[in-house]
């Protein structure tokens, strides 16, 4: 059991541009959790998957972000015409059922 | 949605000394965890504890879930100690989303 990764752990971007991150869950866990937590926060629920079911998304969410799971197994967030609102961690959570494992997370700055 | 409170918001500690977290929230829930989140800010789980009592070497929680509170209790605190201390949970009536309170942010000086 390797744990949760996500890829990369840091992203530098201009505003304007689109970027896509990459979770890797533990192998089995079919719950897998999107975060963003900004400077001195706690970690904002974004999106949750049951396998490749997108089933609950947040009203923070908005059309510029997408999510996906293909095959029920690693997910990818993307974000398209970044702002420098956008600029936060986010984290990447899987789950067997109940209890969640998070990753190290991908630092986004937009200049 | 579920409101989650935490308390106090900083804590400053000398080495050895003891301390307790607590956690409020505002419906019932099914799933209740406390998290440290270290310097490099990974997420770690300390317990899963939606109801009941559970102890890990130094730390310890308790959950009342009919009074809608938890504690986490940190005894001879060390300098690793330091970091953030997040509380989350989730509810029956708040989907799959899981809500995490603001953090206790905790410093332990040699």
């Known amino acids: 059991d390797t744990g949760v990764s996500q890829d990369p752990r840091h992203k530098i971007t201009k505003r304007g541009q689109n970027v896509t991150f990459r979770c890797d869950p533990i192998?089995?866990?079919?719950?897998l959790y999107w975060y963003r937590q900004t400077l001195g926060q706690g970690p904002e629920f974004l999106t949750y998957?049951?396998?490749?079911?997108?089933?609950?998304k947040s009203r923070l969410l908005s059309d510029r972000f997408s999510a996906e799971r293909p095959k029920g197994s690693f997910s990818t967030l993307e974000i398209q015409r970044t702002e420098q609102g956008d600029s936060a961690m986010y984290l990447c959570?899987?789950?067997?059922?109940?209890?969640?494992?998070f990753g190290p997370g991908t630092r986004l700055t937009v200049l | 949605g579920i409101q989650v409170e935490q308390s106090p918001p900083d804590l400053i500690l000398q080495e050895g000394a003891n301390s307790t977290l607590r956690c409020n929230f505002s419906?019932?829930?099914?799933?209740l965890q406390w998290f440290h989140q270290n310097p490099w800010g990974q997420l770690i789980n300390l317990f899963y504890?939606?109801?009941g009592t559970k102890q890990n070497g130094r730390l310890s929680a308790t959950t009342v879930a009919t009074e809608r509170y938890s504690l986490l209790y940190i005894s001879s605190s060390q300098t690793t100690d330091s970091g953030v201390y997040f509380c989350?949970?989730?509810?029956?009536?708040?989907?799959?989303?899981?809500?995490f309170g603001a953090g206790t942010r905790l410093f332990v000086k040699a």
């Open positions: 959570a899987s789950s067997p059922g109940s209890e969640q494992f």
């Open positions: 192998s089995e866990h079919n719950r």
């Open positions: 998957f049951q396998n490749e079911a997108q089933l609950e």
């Open positions: 419906d019932s829930v099914n799933n």
């Open positions: 504890i939606p109801s």
């Open positions: 989350a949970v989730e509810g029956p009536t708040g989907g799959f989303k899981t809500i």
